[in-house]
């Protein structure tokens, strides 16, 4: 689901999906900007019906990486 919502910004980007990593940071890399984080966000949030704290979510290391988005899901913080 995830890497299908982010799949065009890559593709104009000119990065491959085995460039699609745990590590990959979405705002350093350009993927996307802190707005379109946000929206990134509040798009799972309504496809998987739950709600995550994206105040704390930000505090975290490595937040704004694919791992860091999957990880804020599946511990619903």
């Given at each position: ?71 804020l899901f599946l511990n619903g913080k």
């Amino acid at each position: 689901m995830l890497q299908d919502r982010l799949a065009p910004r890559m593709d104009r980007l000119g990065l491959a999906k085995h460039e699609f990593t745990n590590d990959l940071d979405l705002l350093r890399i350009g993927i996307l900007d802190s707005l379109a984080f946000v929206d990134l966000i509040t798009e799972l949030e309504t496809a998987l019906g739950m709600q995550v704290d994206l105040e704390k979510a930000f505090d975290r290391p490595g937040a704004t990486t694919i791992g860091g988005v999957i990880e804020l899901f599946l511990n619903g913080k």
